[in-house]
Structure formats: structure tokens, C-alpha cells
């Protein structure tokens, strides 16, 4: 009992912490003007529908990282900060240094890591599946 309360707040500070990050840099592109650029980034990198996959890219970050700090629709939101990291760790930053890129990496394996267990007990979906 005691270890899964530990558990469940220990996933709470890492939903929390990432989520808010993500949402963070995620606001700038979908309210700051900044969704040009990401435009321009996505676009440069070849993907395509340029435009529907920068507002894909800043909406898994903003709403994502929201929905993932409340722990609403929490293996969804893990899932595509998850694809949204890959691209920027292994595409954008590709052949930048480890400093560079490694808030990217950090985001994109604690997704994954989320994706696997689950939000915990202190979410949103644990709310709505009593």
C-alpha cells in the first residue's frame, strides 16, 4: 500500500513536472507566433502537409503537456510528446551536441516511460475509471 502511494506520487512529479515543461514550450508556437518558424523548421525537414504538422508538433506540446500534468488522457498525451521528441532528438538535433538536445531526450523518455505505466492513482483518468 505504502509503495504504491510512492509509486503514484512519484509519477505525479514526473507528470506534473514534464507536462507543465512541455506545455511551456508548446505556448510560444501556438500563442507566442512562433508557429511560422516551426513551419518553416518542419517544412526544411521535408514532412509532408508542412503547416498541419507544425500545428500537430505545437499542439502535442501545449495540449499535450496539459492533458499529461493532469493526467487526462494520459497514454495518449505520453504517445504523441513521445513522437513529437523523437522528431526533434533524432531529426532536429541530430547532429547537435548531447547539451543541446538532451532536454528533448529527457521528454522523450520519460513519455515513453509514462506510456508504459500508466498516470498513477493521482489523475484525471484514475478519477473517471472509479
Known amino acids: 500500500m505504502q509503495s504504491e502511494r510512492m509509486l503514484s ?8 513536472l514534464t507536462g507543465l515543461g512541455m506545455a511551456y514550450h508548446g505556448y510560444g508556437k501556438v500563442f507566442g507566433g512562433q508557429i511560422t518558424q516551426l513551419t518553416e523548421g518542419v517544412t526544411a525537414m521535408g514532412f509532408p502537409f508542412p503547416v498541419a504538422f507544425a500545428w500537430l508538433a505545437a499542439l502535442s506540446e501545449f495540449a499535450g503537456g496539459l492533458f499529461l500534468a493532469v493526467g487526462f ?6 504517445f504523441f510528446i513521445f513522437v513529437t521528441m523523437s522528431v526533434a532528438a533524432f531529426k532536429v538535433h541530430a ?13 522523450w523518455t520519460i513519455s515513453f516511460a509514462i506510456l ?9 483518468d484514475r478519477l473517471r475509471n472509479r
Open 95 to 107: 547532429a547537435d551536441p548531447l547539451q543541446v538536445k538532451e532536454l528533448a531526450l529527457a521528454y
Open 73 to 78: 488522457a494520459t497514454r495518449f498525451a505520453a
Open 9 to 16: 506520487f512519484g509519477l505525479l512529479l514526473l507528470r506534473v
Open 116 to 124: 508504459f505505466t500508466g498516470p498513477g492513482n493521482y489523475s484525471v
